[in-house]
Nanobody
């Protein structure tokens, strides 16, 4: 089992930027793809971005393409989400998650495919 701890959330004006971090411990971080999800009040949790174990393959939901960038540092067991040009509709609790299966290159976006979750960090974008 892996433990995940997110940080970096906060309150920002529309057009601003935030960088989220997710620190992992408990198993071989570099063997697992990592994902970022978000959940807004009254809505279901949705996929935001995913990065392959090596970091070479990145996937995004259409609504954040060109604004968000996912990256990872396997030496530091950390995955990041750089969020630029933030919009009020980006307001949500953001959580990182670890893939259920090691070394999976196929992109999966459903919560079922992720075995471990952080506690989440709140991102609020004011208009």
């Amino acid at each position: 089992q892996v433990q995940l701890v997110e940080s970096g959330g906060g309150l920002v004006q529309a057009g601003g930027s935030l960088r989220l971090s997710c620190a992992a411990s408990g198993r071989t971080f570099s063997n697992y793809a990592m994902g970022w999800f978000r959940q807004a009040p009254g809505k279901e949790r949705e996929f935001v971005a995913r990065i392959s174990p090596s970091g070479s393959i990145k996937s995004y939901v259409d609504s954040v393409k060109g604004r968000f960038t996912i990256s990872r540092d396997n030496a530091k067991n950390t995955v990041y989400l750089q969020m630029n040009s933030l919009k009020p509709e980006d307001t949500a609790v953001y959580s990182c998650a670890s893939d259920r299966i090691q070394m999976r290159s196929r992109v999966v976006v459903t919560t079922y495919e992720y075995a471990s979750w952080g506690q989440g960090t709140q991102v609020t974008v004011s208009s």
